[in-house]
Every structure is written in C-alpha cells, then in structure tokens.
C-alpha cells in the first residue's frame, strides 16, 4: 500500500492502536450477537457516563447511517428538517434522509456553517398548513462542515426556539470529540444540558474503524423504543456488535477519544498559525476544530496536488480544506506547510 500524504479527511487516516488491540481481544471466544453481549452494554455504559446521561444508546456503522436512523425515529415523510445548506445531511450524504425518512430538507444559507437564531425562523413557515411540509427537527452539525464549533450558548438557544415552536433537536456529533476538545467543557454541557433531543455519538472520524451511536435523550426516549426495528430495516444492526462496542469502550475507557481529538485541533492550528499571512494566501474561517479553509492561486492548488490528496471545497473560489487527524504529525503539517508557501509564492 502506498503512503498517501493526505490532508484531505479526518477518514484518511487508520485505526488507533488501541483500537485494533480491542478488537482483537474481542474476537476471543464467542459472544451474543446483534448487541446482546456484554461488551456491547459495556460500551453503552461508557457512552452514557461520558454523556453524564441515563439515555438509550444504539450502535451502527458509519455516520450517514448514524444520522438518516436517527432522523427517522423522530420524523415523518411529511415533516422537515431544518439545517445549514453545508451540513453534512444536506450535502454528502447522497439523498439519504429524503430517501429512507421521505422528508424534505429545509436548508440555510450560512456564512460559517452554523446556524443562527433568525435562520432558523425563516425555516419555521407553514405550520399547520397540509399543503406545507411540516418543520419538525433542526440538526446541527457539532463540529460543522466548516470547522466551526457551536458554543453552550449558542446550541442552548437555538435548541430553546426549537422546542418553544414545537421541533426537536438533532446533532449531527460526526466531530463531536473535536467539539468538545475546542470547547474545553464536558459533553453534557452542549448536548442534552443544552437542549439536543437525539445525538449522533461519532467515532469513525477520530480513530475508530466503522463505528457510531445513536443516543435519545428524555424528551424523546419513547421514539427510543422504535429504533431497533429502524435500525434494523435500515440496515444499521451488525451481526457481529461487539466489534463495533469493543471500539467505543477502548477510546473512551482510557480517555484516548478526547486526546485524539486535542491532537487533531493543535494540528489544524499549527498548520493555520504556519501558513496564515502567506501572500497570495487568504484563511477563510475560523480554525476551532480540525478543518483549515484556504483560498490560494487555482496553479498553486494544482502544483500541491501533485504530492498531496486534498479537497477542493468551492471550485469557483478557489477555496480548499485541509484537515488534520490524530494520526497527523508536526513533521508532515510543518512540511505541507513550507510546500504550500512554495506553491503559492512559485505562482505568484
């Protein structure tokens, strides 16, 4: 296999070590299947101490499933979903959620990829109108698409306009632990403490192998008791669970869940800090998690590419991203960073 030098997604990166040591300690001896054995309660103990919550917890597969099996509890095929027009349900989960659910998605334009008070009113239109696809959820992506992380204040107030119109919560956690390592708060503070209903508990994107869950709060714990039969419909219940528990409670037992995510973030700011007042060189948004925005000569994004796999976010603007992940090391950001001011300045 050939090393790819990649900035181009947190999945670009492998397993953690710890991680390949669980499973292989849990393909020891036999186990229940479809989550009935015990690491897997084990595991969804882990989940709810580290949420500080007595809530239901489900695992699955990859963070599109993660979401649409989410959604689909709490939704109906007449209901909408109110959410940034660069959140990850919206863009880059090919139809998925008005697929599977049959609901329409009602997006906002946004400037960094979060939500705002007034944005989201102007989705809350129609109401009780049958000729109007009712709004019923508002999914926030925490941390966005745009490597913006929503404050305590702020997912508490658009969570508090949600439920006083009638809407539940949704949190699209794909990069939660990036989240809660910007934040320096615990998970609670920004989760259920400030209003989400439903949580999408990621782990792929910070050095798990195909593993997610699903959480539900109090305020929609009885949707909870239909979500084995979605999951299974659609295709989330693994046969074999423990593989997908025994990851969780590997990185959340020794704290490695949230130390990857501290090392991914101070890379994303080491290569931002190293290539920030570059000529030729704009940072777009803010670096608060593990994603850097860039716009920078289209000959100088060719030139890069030859040696490095990364995403050309908006190809009108010639704006790229870069992300970091906890596998990423200082040698390699410091050593892109030098080749993207030599492309740049070659160029310019």
């Given at each position: 296999m050939t090393a790819l030098r990649s900035f181009a997604s947190d999945n670009s990166a492998g397993a953690h070590p710890a991680v390949l040591e669980a499973l292989a300690a849990a393909n020891q001896g036999y186990a229940e299947p479809y989550g009935a054995d015990a690491l897997s309660r084990r595991a969804a103990d882990r989940i709810r101490a580290a949420l500080d919550a007595d809530a239901e917890v489900y695992f699955t597969w990859g963070g599109t499933a993660a979401n649409v099996l989410g959604l689909a509890a709490v939704t109906r095929a007449w209901h909408g979903i109110i959410c940034a027009e660069q959140a990850h349900v919206a863009v880059d989960e090919c139809g998925a959620p008005e697929r599977f659910i049959g609901c329409k998605l009602l997006t906002v334009p946004t400037r960094d990829g979060r939500l705002t008070p007034d944005g989201l009113r102007s989705r809350i239109r129609g109401v009780g109108v049958e000729h109007h696809v009712q709004p019923a959820v508002v999914s926030l992506t925490q941390a966005t698409e745009y490597g913006t992380v929503y404050t305590v204040e702020q997912v508490g107030e658009l969570a508090d306009l949600a439920h006083g119109n009638g809407l539940l919560v949704h949190m699209d956690g794909a990069r939660l632990a990036n989240a809660a390592a910007s934040l320096g708060v615990p998970l609670a503070e920004f989760t259920w403490r400030a209003g989400v209903d439903v949580l999408s508990f990621g782990g792929t994107k910070n050095g798990l192998m195909s593993a997610e869950a699903v959480v539900f709060f109090d305020r929609v714990r009885d949707r909870a008791l239909d979500f084995p039969?979605?999951?299974?419909?659609?295709?989330?219940?693994?046969?074999?669970?423990?593989?997908?528990?025994?990851?969780?409670?590997?990185?959340?037992?020794?704290?490695?869940?949230?130390?990857?995510?501290?090392?991914?973030?101070?890379?994303?700011?080491?290569?931002?800090?190293?290539?920030?007042?570059?000529?030729?060189?704009?940072?777009?948004?803010?670096?608060?998690?593990?994603?850097?925005f860039a716009v920078l000569p289209r000959r100088a994004i060719r030139a890069l590419q030859e040696d490095y796999y990364f995403y050309v976010w908006d190809e009108a603007a010639d704006e790229v991203r870069w992300m970091t992940t906890f596998a990423t090391t200082e040698a390699e950001v410091d050593a892109f960073a030098e080749a993207i001011r030599i492309a740049v300045a070659g160029v310019r």
């Open positions: 039969y979605i999951r299974k419909q659609g295709m989330g219940l693994a046969s074999k669970m423990r593989f997908v528990a025994a990851q969780f409670e590997a990185v959340l037992a020794g704290g490695t869940w949230l130390a990857n995510a501290h090392h991914a973030n101070r890379m994303a700011r080491r290569l931002e800090a190293a290539v920030r007042g570059t000529p030729g060189l704009l940072i777009t948004q803010r670096v608060e998690a593990n994603a850097v």
